[in-house]
């Protein structure tokens, strides 16, 4: 083996989930504000703002719809239905540094990186000016644009398409196992995030960083 091979590795992109590897994301981080009883929230988030809700957001249903036809479903809980439209910011928190961090250095070592993630088009939108570390990445595939979520592979195949590598060619993060395992059947590399830690160990052991 040449000196060169041990040095190189063999992903050539790096394609980045946004929601809880970048971006902290939760519904209950908005929630716990509003609902004291921890009975009543576990029953709310449980059977009314279910994650069917975010699925539809995450696969191009504006935001004002899916509260709409929620509360249309739930009027009793219509108040709190409706902060999910109007403070769904709160839903959203500071950048993982770590995971930022992580970003700046691929980059900076000449890595490609892109991103590929279940978000609503209309929320997305409303974050992008939050996060200047989103106009970093060469591309950015929402699944609210494409409508059709992580894991269909329709998804992926997408993200390859359009940026012109194959799976094999790339090293893809995200913290949910079911997207992690849609990704590894159509051959990407793949890492589960749980910290940013983790990911700079992972990232190291594949020769993507030093």
């Given at each position: 083996?040449?000196p060169e091979s041990d040095t190189t590795s063999e992903f050539s992109?790096?394609?980045?989930?946004?929601?809880?590897v970048l971006i902290p994301w939760s519904i209950r981080s908005l929630?716990?504000?509003?609902?004291?009883?921890?009975?009543?929230?576990?029953?709310?988030?449980?059977?009314?703002?279910t994650s069917d809700v975010n699925r539809r957001l995450d696969s191009?249903?504006?935001?004002?719809?899916?509260?709409?036809?929620?509360?249309?479903?739930?009027?009793?809980?219509?108040?709190?239905?409706?902060?999910?439209?109007?403070?769904?910011?709160?839903?959203?928190?500071?950048?993982?540094?770590?995971?930022?961090?992580?970003?700046?250095?691929?980059?900076?070592?000449?890595?490609?990186?892109?991103?590929?993630?279940?978000?609503?088009?209309?929320?997305?939108?409303?974050?992008?000016?939050?996060?200047?570390?989103?106009?970093?990445?060469?591309?950015?595939?929402?699944?609210?644009?494409?409508?059709?979520?992580?894991?269909?592979?329709?998804?992926?195949?997408?993200?390859?398409?359009?940026?012109?590598?194959?799976?094999?060619?790339?090293?893809?993060?995200?913290?949910?196992?079911?997207?992690?395992?849609?990704?590894?059947?159509?051959?990407?590399?793949?890492?589960?995030?749980?910290?940013?830690?983790?990911?700079?160990?992972?990232?190291?052991?594949?020769?993507?960083?030093?």
């Amino acid at each position: 083996m040449s000196p060169e091979s041990d040095t190189t590795s063999e992903f050539s992109v790096v394609v980045f989930d946004l929601g809880n590897v970048l971006i902290p994301w939760s519904i209950r981080s908005l929630y716990d504000q509003l609902i004291d009883d921890p009975v009543e929230l576990d029953y709310f988030l449980g059977n009314v703002l279910t994650s069917d809700v975010n699925r539809r957001l995450d696969s191009g249903v504006p935001l004002g719809e899916v509260t709409a036809d929620l509360i249309a479903k739930h009027p009793e809980y219509a108040e709190l239905i409706d902060a999910f439209r109007t403070r769904w910011s709160e839903t959203v928190g500071e950048p993982i540094g770590g995971s930022v961090e992580l970003l700046r250095a691929l980059l900076d070592s000449g890595v490609r990186c892109v991103a590929l993630t279940n978000f609503g088009r209309d929320t997305f939108d409303s974050v992008k000016p939050r996060y200047p570390f989103l106009a970093w990445f060469e591309g950015i595939v929402v699944s609210g644009y494409e409508r059709v979520t992580k894991p269909d592979a329709r998804l992926y195949e997408i993200l390859c398409e359009r940026y012109g590598f194959v799976p094999s060619e790339a090293f893809f993060i995200d913290d949910s196992p079911a997207n992690i395992g849609a990704a590894a059947a159509l051959g990407f590399g793949t890492h589960l995030f749980t910290d940013p830690e983790a990911l700079a160990a992972d990232l190291r052991s594949r020769r993507l960083l030093n």
